[in-house]
């Protein structure tokens, strides 16, 4: 990655202070480093939504850029009925037409992202990424949408092209974080979360999604294939060093902010298994992105998270 010459990382420095809980007065200040941002260009996806952004999307306009066998998504208002009974094949005109990108950001405020070591949370993390993503996208001329989830409840923001919009979105993000300080049981789950998305977002949509994914399990891959078949998908793994990374020997005090212990990190078969136990669930998440070719970024909560976002924004998937 990139590294940020001294001037960068100060500057950088008061968009992202370190902290435990977010502050919806800096969600909304990162507007301006949003600015210096710019979102890639969707690839190729079966969509019909009209509006202002030229690309190399087809859908129904002036100009016919050419004849298709129809695929589950598409416009059936598009089918060539005379090719259709010709071939005994349906068929769908493809026209060349600009059009709007929807943008929809799914930000996990659940109780395990309640965790930092050194800078800041992890929630705290996933909220500044949710931020500026969604006033680059708005900035961008693209209607901006939300699903934000937490231990027992969700919002969910049908896209809409208003900054308004996007400070309400701010305004529950930070209303849900501010919600980890009572250390709820965690009820609500990604799995349920990805269902949702496939059932409410339109084709053509650009999906990021949040979290440190602590709960993607092998049955969710069909739902990500359902949501990567006709959208843009992007998964911002955010995670803390701590984490990959057993603390030195010792005897540690630790609490989860209602129960208390010791972690002992003395036992070298303690320190085997717990690496372990991390490889294989990194190995897990990154073998299920690759596998249904979804990009996948992580992003270091203990860093200043501007140069891993900004490849994650800047960069075009692949259909």
Known sequence: MTQLANSDTNYLEGFFPGSAFTDEHQLTQLRMLAKRLRLASLPQIHGMLAGGHASKQKGRGLDLDQL????????????????????????TRVYKEE???????????????AFGSQRSFKSVVAAQCAAII???????????????????????????????????????INDFNHRLKQHKTVKNSLSDCLKKLHKGVKP????????????????????????????HVVALQVYDALERKMPPPGMYAVTDG?????????????????QEAVNVFQQGIEQTFKQLAINHHQIDATDIPYMALKIALEQRGAK
């Open 99 to 113: 059009r709007e990108r929807p943008v929809v950001i799914v930000c996990d405020q659940r109780t395990p992202m």
């Open 204 to 231: 053509g949509t650009s999906i990021y999604i949040i979290s440190d994914f602590f709960d993607l399990s092998e049955q969710d891959k069909a739902a990500l294939f359902n949501l990567k078949r006709h959208n």
């Open 134 to 172: 969604a006033w680059a996208a708005l900035d961008h001329g693209d209607r901006v949408g939300a699903f934000i989830l937490g231990d027992d409840d969700e919002q969910d923001f049908r896209p809409k092209q208003r900054a308004q919009h996007v400070l309400q979105i701010l305004r529950v």
């Open 258 to 274: 209602v129960n208390e212990g010791f972690l002992d990190t003395q036992s070298k078969q303690s320190q085997s298994a717990y």
């Open 68 to 91: 298709r066998q129809y695929l589950p998504g598409d416009d059936i208002r598009t089918i060539d009925w005379r090719v259709t009974a010709r071939t005994q094949t349906p068929h």
